[in-house]
């Protein structure tokens, strides 16, 4: 189950939907912290009644303090690095996880619809705005967590808003294991990752950016999916090619590959290598021309 936001006003007396960051004490953000993100529950039925089982080795609550790996063309990447994380390798939390999927091999795709009003600081102090702006990310701390996270200001550590927005995979039969963002999957507000499994075996998922005049994805699986062996499906998304939609005036569509060295996704267009393909993916398929 997606927990996609917490409600201040809801969870606490005395406060309104729009001044849970000056009123909430820090206590109560690290609360919302932990209280967003994504649920995994063992349901149990007998005699025709459902019931929770309470103490399953399964349940457990990803959140905004989980350890999470990055993996996929973004990881290590010079714009994943934060003073915290030097190898870019991984990421603590989740948010906004808004719809999703699940993969043939059972596990949950859950997607970050962006977290840009959950990042505070002073944006004009970050030499490349035009990222953060195309993200959306002004410093409007709607909750107040930058207050009690330093990571989360933007003048602070520029590069932690690149580690969010991605679809994270979760194996839910595996409780011990960290979950991670797939980054090959591209990055943007995150709505739905539906997948299928082709003809020939691959794996497509489709994927849209929910926020204003915003595109339509498809990520398809270099390898193929095993159905008898679980774990040589284990890291599948993270090899395949991107693409972004165009529709024609007549109705037809094109799916339009977000590769670097392709279609003007060079080094000179701001594209140094598909790392920076994936984690500036609106602007990749705005350089495309998608609709």
Known sequence: VNNEYPDPHLMWP???EDDGASKLSDDQIRVMQAAWGHSI???RKEGGAWSYVQDS?????INGFTEMAISGPAAGHTLMKTSADPTGSK???TGYNCAGGTTPWGTILTCEEGLSDTFGGDPSKIPDGKLLER???DGSDYYGMARVEQRLHLDKEPNEPNRFDWVVEIDPYQPSAAPVKRTALGRFAHEGATTIVNKDGRV???LGDDDYFEYLYRFVTKGTFNPTEREA???LLDDGE???AKLDANGELQWLPLVHGQNGLTAENGFADQGEVVIKARLAAEQLGAT
Not at 57 to 61: A, F, S, V
Request: aromatic share 20%; hydrophobic share 35%.
């Open 233 to 235: 499906n284990k890291n």
């Open 41 to 43: 529950v063992e349901i």
């Open 57 to 61: 080795e399964y349940n457990r609550r």
């Open 135 to 137: 993200y959306g990310y």
């Open 91 to 93: 990421v603590f939390g």
């Open 204 to 206: 497509a998922v489709y």
């Open 242 to 244: 991107l693409s972004v």
């Open 14 to 16: 005395g406060m309104t």
